[in-house]
């Protein structure tokens, strides 16, 4: 394992640069995140960094050695692409055994046979070894792709939304179990989702990617409870985070550039005591929790309702503002 | 989703078109099939039989056809004849019962021996570079790879034949001409126009993925198109390798133009049969019958790989 750095990267695809001037260190045994929409660049920084594309600018350094030129086999990384990418012609086994394999490493069968039997009985893949690869289920060609990736113990392990086509108890088990394996062996870790829940609960930090620019860099707990922008603060939180206009609040001490309010639903407090501005619009039943729609003026709010209250649609009820955030006119984060 | 679309799926074809299109298929078939079933049939008559009017269906077999195939005759006077030793074979008594000797083997082994040598040679030829640059083709990005494209099949846009003039010439210069190598070389050249074309289309859909894979897990990537690309490409390999394997098996113009003696191939060869000691049909058709054996043998062998659709489908699109 070991450190991997991007510096001021930049990768264009004719005019357009999928990532423009990113720096980004992730540290040895580090978990990061990146975390952004489609198209903001998360698959092209891993690739960059594994050596499928070569930077325009900037360099690529793991372990402190500058590796941007040199050939994807040489960087010892590991990646595990999104569309499992398993080689059809192979079966399960010899799929997890090719990088062992292969010239730079000639790793012995025998210690071959034990790294995948056990790597496998940890992906409950171990009954499927013999299958060819083309006769899986999509969540065992996931799970074979992070084994291929795992029998190894390279400089960083890549994953590009590794975990995004199994079904949700699977994907829980798996998110715990590749957040253990990545304590255990201390590996370092760069990691592409959508998933906020993944990014919350598996990074050590989480970047957060817009059209190419990596905008924030910071424990998950930095991202969520202090964002840099709009864009940064809307990437987390379930239901999103309320952005409301001023001048809805107006007894409401604000900055002076501050254009738009930024509450999350814990710092949202209900109050149906008190006649307020706010009506109830709708609630969802989503099981475990409850979604409240609110409509201030012409302005909607999604909120969570606690288990005890009775609220109905049509109330009236007042609205509190807890540790409030203000962004400006370009969504930029104003502090008071 | 399948039970909601039944409008635009695909719906089992009723009995009546079953039989209908199997009809159709019969006919078809045995429109294609009854020529090659009358020169086989042919091939084992005897001379007199094969241009018998009406034509026989039903005749006594003989292998005369092969035996003239294989052999060159002279015809001597019946005294000469009785004063030889007794025959010695099938041949020999057939040959003789027509008031001729056999005088030596022909040249169909080393015509036959030819053809396998060139239609092989530039078979692989065609194959083994054309898989190269078609790989080069999907996968890099290539200055003018557009017009080079066009260019490598607008060599096939004219009849070859328009081009034998020069080639002719040029080979008369080069000491190609009549040689394996210079047969070799041309069927190569125009083949590998259909190989890059072909192949370039089969390895556009082999996911870039799996070789990206590859050269991560620790591979160069030459190894990696030999242990991932290939296994995979072996479908369109094999079809390739058919067409390619036709052309140079049956290409008669080039053949009579450029070889006459050492190289010459077996489609220029079988007319020449016609003329050795009158018309001999039987002789012709069974050199005919023999020319099939080999393109079809090779069809077979290959058939299992045209078969699609086996290793496609563990990449999520």
């Known amino acids: 394992m070991a450190e991997v750095a991007l510096i001021n990267a930049t990768k264009r695809f004719g005019d357009v640069a999928a ?62 692409f999104q569309q499992y ?56 060609m996931q799970r074979v792709a992070i084994g291929r990736a795992l029998v190894r113990h390279p400089s960083i392990y890549l994953m590009d939304e590794p975990l995004s086509s199994l079904d949700a108890k699977l994907r829980q088990e798996l998110r715990l179990e590749l957040k253990r394996i990545q304590r255990d062996l201390g590996a370092t870790m ?31 707990r930095e991202i969520y409870e202090d964002p840099a922008e709009t864009y940064v603060a809307t990437r987390l939180g379930q239901p999103r985070i309320n952005l409301m206009p001023r001048r809805l609040f107006p007894s409401l001490p604000t900055p002076s550039s501050a254009e738009t309010i930024g509450v999350r639903t814990e710092h949202l407090k209900i109050d149906r005591h008190h006649q307020g501005a706010a009506r109830v619009a709708r609630i969802e039943h989503l099981g475990d929790q409850r979604y409240l729609h609110l409509s201030l003026e ?12 009775d609220l109905d649609v049509g109330d009236s009820v007042a609205l509190q503002l807890e540790r409030p955030l203000f962004f400006d006119r370009d969504g930029m984060r104003v502090r008071p | 989703m399948s039970g909601l679309s039944t409008a635009h799926s695909v719906v089992e074809p009723s009995a ?54 294989f052999t060159t005759r002279t015809r001597q006077t019946p005294e000469y004849l009785a004063a030889m030793p007794p025959p010695t074979g099938y041949c020999d008594r057939a040959v003789r019962s027509r008031n001729m000797v056999i005088a030596g083997p022909s040249n169909v082994i080393p015509r036959f021996t030819n ?26 990005r290539i200055p003018l790879k557009d017009d080079l494209l066009f260019f490598i099949l607008s060599t096939r846009m004219m009849p070859p034949i328009a081009v034998a003039i020069p080639i ?28 890059v074309w072909l192949l370039k289309g089969f390895i556009d859909e082999i996911p870039r993925e799996y070789e990206e894979a590859a050269m991560i897990d620790g591979y160069t990537r030459l190894q990696a198109f030999t242990k991932i690309v290939l296994p995979q490409a072996t479908t369109g390999i094999a079809a390739t390798a058919i067409f390619c394997m036709i052309f140079a098996w ?29 018309q001999d049909w039987p002789a012709v058709a069974s050199a005919t019958t023999l020319f099939l054996i080999p393109i079809v043998v090779f069809t077979v062998l290959l058939r299992k790989h045209l078969l699609r659709g086996i290793t496609f489908g563990a990449v999520r699109k």
């Open chain 1, 190 to 220: 760069l990691y592409v989702t959508h998933d906020q829940v993944e990014a919350m609960t598996m990074a050590s930090r989480i970047g957060v990617l817009k059209q190419g620019k990596l905008v924030q860099l910071g424990t998950p």
């Open chain 2, 250 to 278: 049956n290409e008669y113009a080039f053949a009579v133009l450029l070889t006459s003696g050492e190289a010459q191939t077996m489609p220029p060869f079988i007319p020449f049969i016609i003329g050795e000691g009158g």
């Open chain 1, 298 to 309: 012409d302005h909607s709010i999604v909120t969570l309702a606690g288990h005890d209250t």
């Open chain 2, 115 to 140: 053809s396998i040598i060139i239609a092989f040679g530039s078979t692989f030829l065609a194959v083994f570079l054309g898989t190269l640059a078609a790989y080069a083709f999907s996968r890099f």
């Open chain 2, 168 to 195: 002719y010439l040029m080979y008369r210069e080069l000491g190609l001409s009549d040689t394996l190598l210079g047969m070799i070389l041309l069927y190569t050249a125009v083949n590998v126009s259909l190989a």
């Open chain 2, 16 to 69: 009546t078109s079953k039989r209908v299109a199997g009809a159709l298929v019969i006919a078809y078939a045995l429109i294609t099939l009854i020529p090659l079933l009358w020169i086989v049939l042919t091939s084992f008559k005897t001379p007199p039989d094969s241009i018998a009017y009406p034509p026989k269906l039903m005749f006594q077999p003989s292998i005369e056809g092969y035996c003239n195939l």
């Open chain 1, 19 to 80: 990532i423009g001037d990113v720096s980004l260190t992730v540290a040895d045994g580090e978990f990061v995140v990146l975390l952004g929409p489609t198209g903001a660049g998360k698959t092209t920084t891993l690739r960059v960094i594994a050596g499928l594309e070569t930077l325009d600018e900037g360099a690529v350094r793991i372990g402190g050695r500058e590796v941007s030129k040199e050939a994807p086999a040489l960087r010892d990384v590991a990646f595990v």
């Open chain 1, 85 to 140: 990418s398993l080689y059809p012609h192979l079966s399960v086994y010899d799929n997890m055994a090719f990088p062992l394999r292969s010239p730079t490493r000639r790793v012995p069968e025998d210690e071959i046979r034990r790294s995948i039997t056990e790597i496998a009985r940890m992906l409950h893949i171990d009954h499927k070894l013999q299958n060819k690869a083309t006769r899986l289920s999509g969540g065992e």
